[in-house]
């Protein structure tokens, strides 16, 4: 099994902020990531795939970078849609596993 | 454009079996997609639960595979979750999505079940 470890768990910050959310995982997995944004009562939406692939329709203040272990969520500019919880996935190998989640939270 | 609904009991009693079904509209469940569930317990994060394939095809997470079975009905354009022998820790969301190579670009909306006597 691989494990997906995010951090922070719980970031506080302002509209108009750069975030960076970070995800290690437990082996390699080459570039088969996801990155995924829920909010709350709502089911998650695939925000990026392929480590830095942009979902049709997702702004292009969400981008993602990195390779092999180490992985990361940027949000250039904090809008106030983007308040939710944000979850990463492998698809390397069975079983797909993702993270715990980062809540982004309004400082 | 493609649409998934769960259905289902929202509650089940403690060691009973767990049955999901999900509608897919919009859509053929016959298209080149492997269509899963993942589940999310209260406050919790996501585990997937499995999936399967329009020709029947499965994979399972194993630390639920002795109790998992989902089964796809063409006829119905849907597919179903069934997990047996629940006991309490088994209350979550639960999600159907589609799958395109292991990414999950569409969900429903979720459906919560409850384990409890």
């Known amino acids: 099994v691989i494990w997906m470890t995010q951090s922070p768990s719980l970031l506080s910050a302002s509209t108009g902020d750069r975030v960076t959310i970070s995800c290690r995982v437990s082996q390699g997995i080459s570039s088969y990531l996801a990155w995924y944004q829920q909010k709350p009562g709502k089911a998650p939406e695939l925000l990026i795939y392929?480590?830095?692939t942009l979902q049709s329709g997702v702004p292009s203040r969400f981008s993602g970078s990195g390779s092999g272990t180490d992985f990361t969520l940027t949000i250039s500019c904090l809008q106030s849609e983007d308040f939710a919880t944000y979850y990463c996935?492998?698809?390397?190998?069975?079983?797909?596993?993702f993270g715990q989640g980062t809540k982004v939270e309004i400082k | 454009q493609v649409q998934l609904q769960e259905s289902g009991p929202g509650l089940v009693k403690p060691s009973g079996t767990l049955s999901l079904t999900c509608a897919v509209s919009?859509?053929?469940?016959?298209?080149?997609?492997?269509w899963s569930w993942v589940r999310q317990s209260p406050g919790k994060g996501l585990e997937w639960i499995g999936e399967?394939?329009?020709?029947?095809?499965?994979n399972y997470n194993p630390s639920l595979k002795s109790r998992v079975a989902i089964s796809v009905d063409k006829s119905k354009n849907q597919f179903s979750l069934k997990l047996s022998s629940v006991p309490a820790a088994d209350t979550a969301v639960y999600y159907c999505?589609?799958?395109?190579?292991?990414?999950?670009?569409?969900w429903g909306q979720g459906t919560m079940v409850i384990v409890s006597s």
């Open positions: 996935q492998q698809y390397y190998s069975f079983p797909r596993t």
């Open positions: 919009g859509g053929s469940i016959s298209s080149s997609n492997w």
């Open positions: 392929a480590t830095s």
């Open positions: 399967i394939y329009h020709s029947g095809s499965t």
């Open positions: 999505a589609r799958g395109t190579v292991g990414v999950f670009d569409l």
